[in-house]
């Protein structure tokens, strides 16, 4: 079966570094996604990665080990307004989307 | 201006009824999406539709119909609503299909609540 894991809740302080794991097995690769998803709303895109190695944008990063089947996505300085839930996703071989269950990110002050 | 737009944002009803609820994106896509996010938070993709081509997800019951009347709109009709089918259903869509790189754009949600 396709699985996807990531850790269900972090907490965090203000101006920190938090590191959100996932792995992953699946049918194929096509690529991994991760999105941010704050309380009640849609989901949005922060980055894909398709080779192995670290993407950075800004305040995020995200890494892609595929031989391990593991991403991470590193947020620096954290504000609060980075609590959210943070959803990793991989593509399968079908072009379709499998979703993880999301970590749910509580910055504290 | 709305990328990704549903409606209703808040749909209550009573068990066994029929509902729909509409998206449409005006981003000029090609592929549009169904999402189920439970209690869970899991996202589950229901259909996935493109030029007229339907992929379901084959878990999906029966009672769930994608409509598309045109490239800009996938609307999604629930027949005889059972309690399990309360969640909040996203719509999404993304440029092509099959595409690498290819990021989905989600509407703003429908909290469906059957009672």
């Known amino acids: 079966g396709q699985n996807i894991d990531q850790p269900t809740e972090m907490t965090a302080t203000e101006g920190a570094i938090v590191q959100i794991n996932c792995t992953y097995q699946?049918?194929?690769?096509?690529?991994l996604f991760w999105y941010q998803q704050h309380a009640g709303e849609a989901p949005t895109f922060l980055s894909y990665?398709?080779l192995d190695g670290l993407e950075e944008k800004g305040r995020f990063s995200s890494f892609l080990s595929r031989s391990k089947g593991y991403s991470y996505l590193l947020l620096k300085e954290l504000q609060m307004k980075d609590s959210a839930s943070y959803l990793c996703?991989?593509?399968?071989?079908?072009?379709?989307?499998?979703w993880g269950a999301g970590t749910k990110l509580i910055i504290k002050p | 201006d709305t990328a990704v737009s549903q409606t209703p944002k808040y749909l209550v009803t009573q068990m066994g009824n029929d509902k729909s609820i509409k998206c449409e994106q005006n981003?000029?896509?090609?592929?549009m999406y169904w999402y189920k996010q439970d209690s869970k938070k899991f996202l589950k993709i229901m259909f996935s539709?493109?030029?007229?081509?339907?992929?379901i997800n084959e878990t999906v019951p029966n009672r769930f119909s994608p409509k598309s009347p045109d490239k800009a709109h996938l609307n999604l009709h629930i027949n005889s609503l059972e309690l399990g089918d309360s969640a909040v259903y996203f719509c999404?869509?993304?440029?092509?299909?099959?595409?690498?790189?290819?990021?989905?754009?989600f509407g703003p949600g429908t909290r469906l609540t059957v009672l």
């Open positions: 999404a869509s993304s440029p092509k299909l099959r595409e690498l790189t290819d990021t989905q754009y």
């Open positions: 981003l000029g896509h090609d592929t």
């Open positions: 539709y493109n030029n007229k081509e339907l992929i």
């Open positions: 699946t049918s194929g690769f096509n690529g």
């Open positions: 990665n398709v």
């Open positions: 996703a991989v593509m399968d071989s079908n072009y379709q989307l499998i």
